[in-house]
């Protein structure tokens, strides 16, 4: 196969061309290792020889990055391995320069693809849960709130962003304690916890999951275990808050501590409280949604952002209809 070879000449300073080679030209050695090029760099003169697609690609993903550096924006591992996709794709990666929000898709382990948000609403939701300490997601069943929340968390542990993800569940019971179920607390709990793991295992290996949770870096627990901490430096989600009580959001989100980010996930149309007990996230919602609270922001879903199977929108559209018609 015959060997391309194409000069990079950069616009940029000294120290900008440091830092978009990166420390020990490590995002040189990154492109070099996706692609299969060979780079070579001195001051602001890249060679790139390798076959001529790949060295394309190269080209693409340098251009990319002194487009970055010159913007006055960071450069990490993640962000070159995003450029390099996009231009396999022909995608372009829109990143905020100060929230470092990403459109198109999260690496969130070398073992896995791009999770990529696919609509306006999951796209918006992504991108809130950069810009701010505190999100609540609100939709139905399968538009991918705790799915992407789980990704944003895993991308902010690689990134060392945070030192730890906490998954945290209310957990309902359903005529029966807990403490008159069999085995001990997390053989009681574990079926609450189900959905959490469902969604760890299908963005990292089973193996790695359970090393981070033995190392305590990851922590998937039941609300009432959140009484009296504080999680400094954690990625944070609450899942199905529409089942928590007000006294338990509150407990929950005075529990947010510095350097940490916190998500709420729930869906308003399938509370499992008993009757009279009104939700922690509806009241969270009538409190925090009018008050225009820097750091935290309402995302919202529809059906039309159901990743499932097809009919499940159409479920979900049919029950929608009936509830406007009847008022129940």
Do not use: W
């Amino acid at each position: 196969m015959s060997e391309t070879k194409v000069r990079v000449h950069l616009h940029l300073e000294r120290d900008d061309v440091f830092k978009l080679y990166g420390i020990a030209d490590a995002n040189l050695k990154l492109i070099e290792k996706a692609t299969g090029v060979i780079l070579v760099g001195k001051d602001e003169k890249i060679v790139v020889r390798g076959e001529k697609k790949a060295c394309i690609i190269a080209k693409k993903v340098i251009r990319a990055l002194e487009e970055r550096v010159a913007s006055g924006g960071d450069v990490s591992g993640m962000l070159v391995e995003e450029l390099i996709e996009d231009a396999r794709t022909g995608l372009k990666t829109a990143q905020n320069p100060q929230s470092g929000s990403v459109e198109y898709g999260l690496m969130v382990s070398s073992q896995r693809d791009f999770i990529r948000p696919k609509t306006a609403n999951q796209k918006n939701y992504i991108k809130t849960i950069f810009d701010n300490q505190v999100t609540f997601g609100i939709g139905p069943a399968g538009t991918g709130k705790t799915y992407l929340a789980t990704a944003a968390a895993l991308y902010y542990l690689r990134e060392k962003k945070v030192e730890r993800i906490v998954l945290v569940r209310p957990v309902v019971e359903a005529g029966e304690s807990l403490g008159f179920l069999p085995g001990d607390m997390k053989e009681k709990t574990d079926p609450y916890l189900r959905p959490l793991f469902d969604a760890i295992y299908d963005m990292i290996e089973p193996r790695i999951f359970h090393e981070l949770v033995e190392n305590e870096v990851i922590e998937v627990a039941p609300l009432a275990y959140m009484r009296g901490r504080t999680l400094n430096k954690a990625f944070v989600i609450l899942d199905e808050a529409q089942n928590t009580t007000i006294d338990q959001m509150k407990m929950f989100l005075t529990r947010t501590g510095n350097g940490s980010k916190v998500v709420v996930t729930g869906d308003i149309t399938q509370i499992d409280l008993p009757p009279g007990r009104k939700s922690g996230l509806i009241h969270a919602k009538e409190i925090f949604e009018g008050e225009a609270m820097e750091g935290m922001a309402f995302s919202y879903f529809n059906s039309s952002d159901v990743s499932r199977a097809d009919i499940v929108r159409r479920i979900l559209d049919a029950y929608e209809k009936y509830e406007k018609k009847t008022g129940i």
